[in-house]
């Protein structure tokens, strides 16, 4: 005798011609911790993805499908949390970055959201941009190829921008990052190697050895 459950798992089965629409892709989202000193405990959808997620850590990607998801963190140190909304779209990628700003109480924990909606880069082509939550005032910033002559500059260079993507050709960039109007180096970011048809965001953060420091995000590939 065919067990009932078994009986309407072969009737759905059976009833799925086919011809629906597409179940959701899901997006993928990444979460990097831009506090110098911070860690938290930190959960998606009440479900704990790290639980020391620390300055610099970027998560893997998760997969979450349309809709809205709770992202959450417990302090490890003192009573300080967040906890937030994320209205995901369907075949987007998300960045969330966990970083801190002045409120009216004093420092508060913040958030900075990216997706990677658009076209995506021009055939042939590569897409580079940055994200800026490091607190050093007065910089700015452009990709270099290495070994060639290329030289994108990045507008919108300011703490928590981040830029639009940039296209460029396949290879390998480093970010320069000087002080306004100066030809000095204050960060050296790559080489970031890059195929054609991918994405990638270079997030540039404060460093407690030094001026800034930063981390290499992937979008599309």
């Not at 990677?116 to 590569?126: H, L």
């Not at 306004?180 to 460093?207: E, H, I, K, Y």
Request: charged share 15%; proline share 7%.
């Amino acid at each position: 005798m065919r067990c009932p459950a078994v009986a309407a798992l072969l009737a759905l089965t059976a009833c799925d011609t086919g011809s629906g629409p597409a179940p959701p892709m899901g997006s993928r989202l990444r979460l990097l911790e831009t506090i110098p000193g911070a860690a938290f405990r930190l959960s998606v959808d009440g479900r704990v993805v790290n639980a020391n997620f620390h300055f610099g850590t970027l998560t893997p990607a998760i997969v979450v499908l349309p809709g809205q998801h709770t992202l959450s963190g417990q302090s490890l140190s003192d009573t300080s949390s967040f906890d937030w909304v994320l209205a995901a779209a369907d075949s987007l990628n998300y960045i969330v970055f966990v970083t801190d700003t002045t409120g009216s109480s004093g420092a508060v924990i913040a958030s900075g959201v990216a997706s990677d909606s658009g076209p995506g880069p021009a055939a042939g082509q590569a897409a580079l941009r940055v994200a800026d939550f490091s607190k050093v005032a007065g910089i700015e910033a452009h990709f270099s190829e290495v070994g060639g002559a290329g030289s994108v500059p990045v507008s919108s260079f300011f703490f928590r921008a981040v830029s639009d993507f940039t296209d460029v050709p396949p290879g390998d960039w480093s970010l320069v990052v000087s002080h306004t109007n100066m030809t000095d180096t204050v960060l050296l970011a790559g080489p970031v190697s890059v195929v054609a048809g991918q994405a990638r965001t270079v997030a540039v953060l404060d460093s407690a050895g030094g001026p800034l420091t930063w981390r290499l995000v992937p979008d599309r590939n």
